[in-house]
C-alpha cells in the first residue's frame, strides 16, 4: 500500500510566522501535489511538482512556495502566515505512468488543519 | 466554469439501500478520467473507483459502481447496500488527459449520512 505522511495532523501559527508543511511518500511516485480543502470550495491545488526540483504553480499558488530537493519529500512553505490560510491542507503523490492513459489516482496523506492566530 | 459540480450538498439513505450521488463535468479534452474519493471525518481522502472516457463499461469496484454518461457528461456513483461506514464526504474529481494531466480537479463534495 501507498503511504503518504504528513507531519502535522493539528498545527497552530501564529500570523506572521514562516510555517513548513512536510510530506513524505514511500512509494518512488515522481508526482507529488499539496491542495487546501475549505468547507464549499472542495479542494484547489496550490502546487505540483513533476519531480525532483521541479514544481509548478497550482490554481492558488499566492502566499505559499514548495521544496522538493529529494523524491520522497514535498514542502509547502507558507512565507508569511496569514489568517486566510487558516484551513486543511492535503498532499498526495501519484505514479507517473508513461504509457497508455493515466489511470493512477492520486494517494493523499491525513491532512494537516492550520490555524493561523 | 465549473469542471466539476456536485449539486447534491448532503444526502441521506437507510442502511442496506442503495444511494446515487450526482457528479456533473466539464471538459473540451476527448481524453480524461473520472475518480470519486471518499473522505471520513478522520480527513483523509480514500481513492474509491476510477473511470476513463475511453471506456466502454461502467467501473465497478465491489459495492461501488460508476454510472457514466459521455454524452451527458455525469459521472454518477452509486453505493449499493449501504453501511454505517459508509457515512462521509465524497468527492468527484476529473483528471484532463491533454492539458494538465497530472492535477485533478475536484467537486465541492457531497456529505452522505447513512441512517441505521
Known amino acids: 500500500d501507498v503511504k503518504v505522511t504528513q507531519s502535522s495532523r493539528y498545527l497552530v501559527k501564529r500570523t506572521g510566522e514562516k510555517v513548513f508543511l512536510e510530506c513524505v511518500q514511500d512509494m518512488d511516485h515522481e508526482n507529488m501535489f499539496w491542495y487546501r480543502q475549505d468547507p464549499g470550495l472542495g479542494l484547489r491545488l496550490i502546487y505540483f511538482?513533476?519531480?525532483?526540483?521541479?514544481?509548478e504553480k497550482g490554481d492558488i499558488p499566492e502566499g505559499y512556495s514548495v521544496s522538493r530537493e529529494k523524491k520522497e519529500r514535498f514542502s509547502l512553505i507558507l512565507e508569511s502566515a496569514s489568517t486566510n490560510q487558516t484551513s486543511m491542507y492535503l498532499c498526495?503523490?501519484?505514479?507517473?505512468?508513461?504509457?497508455?492513459?493515466?489511470?493512477?489516482?492520486?494517494?493523499f496523506g491525513d491532512g494537516t488543519r492550520l490555524s493561523i492566530l | 466554469a465549473q469542471k466539476i459540480t456536485q449539486t447534491q450538498p448532503g444526502m441521506f439513505v437507510q442502511e442496506k439501500e442503495a444511494v446515487t450521488l450526482d457528479c456533473t463535468y466539464d471538459t473540451s479534452d476527448p481524453s480524461y478520467g473520472l475518480f470519486w474519493y471518499k473522505q471520513p471525518s478522520s480527513g483523509e481522502m480514500i481513492f474509491l473507483i476510477y473511470q476513463g472516457s475511453y471506456d466502454q463499461q461502467n467501473a465497478t469496484e465491489g459495492r461501488y459502481s460508476l454510472n457514466f454518461q459521455k454524452a451527458r457528461k455525469s459521472a454518477n456513483l452509486v453505493i449499493s447496500a449501504s453501511q454505517l461506514g459508509d457515512s462521509a464526504m465524497y468527492f468527484c474529481?476529473?483528471?484532463?488527459?491533454?492539458?494538465?494531466?497530472?492535477?485533478?480537479?475536484f467537486g465541492t463534495g457531497t456529505r452522505l449520512t447513512v441512517i441505521p
Open positions: 511538482s513533476y519531480d525532483v526540483k521541479m514544481k
Open positions: 498526495a503523490s501519484r505514479l507517473l505512468q508513461r504509457q497508455g492513459y493515466s489511470n493512477q489516482p492520486q494517494h
Open positions: 474529481a476529473m483528471r484532463e488527459e491533454q492539458t494538465g494531466a497530472n492535477n485533478l480537479f
